[in-house]
T-cell receptor
């Protein structure tokens, strides 16, 4: 089955610097790659996602890139702010029969700390 | 207000005592899912359901049961809980559609302790 590896497990940056989190996946059939942010004591929330027919997607300070050949995708946060501090999870979705969203496999998470 | 609700939010129980964690969504979503979250292991999918009466195993289904008799509800059943099922559980729902529009909305979580 699908396996998602996420690195690093912890990341500390200065406010204003960029942060990059990388994930690799094993199943070439995976076709949907969301990123979730989980603040302390709260539920995960989607921050950005990308489909397998797209190489890059950007939303203000957040961007995601996907390399299907190498089976890896990355989250880029620019101009980090203290409120970006949280645990970030990548995930990969293996489509079910009919092409719908099936099993969603998460990485183990990256704890990002942004120091003011 | 569009939301996913879970009950109870906190539960302490003993080994072997059957329990049910309820999950309900008011967004008319077809897809619903259960996850457990453990330190250092991230979120692991237990079961998911693509529609009423359609369920499938996730990564860690052992020791759990689910049912989907109505579109809005997706209860998680632990027939005989054991201490290794102590965890934080999240229910989530999303539209059933082609990948790329499947944002999952998570419930607030249920912290379960099995002694």
């Amino acid at each position: 089955g699908e396996n998602v590896e996420q690195h690093p497990s912890t990341l500390s940056v200065q406010e204003g610097d960029s942060a990059v989190i990388k994930c690799t996946y094993s199943d070439s059939a995976s076709n949907y790659f969301p990123w979730y942010k989980q603040e302390l004591g709260k539920r995960p929330q989607l921050i950005i996602d990308i489909r397998s027919n797209v190489g890059e997607k950007k939303d203000q300070r957040i961007a995601v890139t996907l390399n299907k050949t190498a089976k890896h995708f990355s989250l880029h946060i620019t101009e980090t702010q203290p409120e970006d501090s949280a645990v970030y999870f990548c995930a990969a979705s293996v489509p079910n029969y009919g092409g719908s969203q099936g099993n969603l496999i998460f990485g183990k998470g990256t704890k990002l700390s942004v120091k003011p | 207000e569009a939301q996913v609700t879970q009950n109870p939010r906190y539960l302490i129980t003993v080994t072997g005592k059957k329990l049910t964690v309820t999950c309900s969504q008011n967004m008319n979503h077809e897809y619903m899912s259960w996850y457990r979250q453990d330190p250092g292991l991230g979120l692991r999918q237990i079961y998911y359901s693509m529609n009423v009466e359609v369920t499938d195993k996730g990564d860690v289904p052992e020791g759990y049961k689910v049912s989907r008799k109505e579109k809005r509800n997706f209860p998680l059943i632990l027939e005989s809980p054991s201490p290794n099922q102590t965890s934080l559980y999240f229910c989530a729902s999303s539209l059933w559609s082609a990948p790329g529009t499947g944002e999952q909305y998570f419930g607030p979580g249920t912290r379960l302790t099995v002694t």
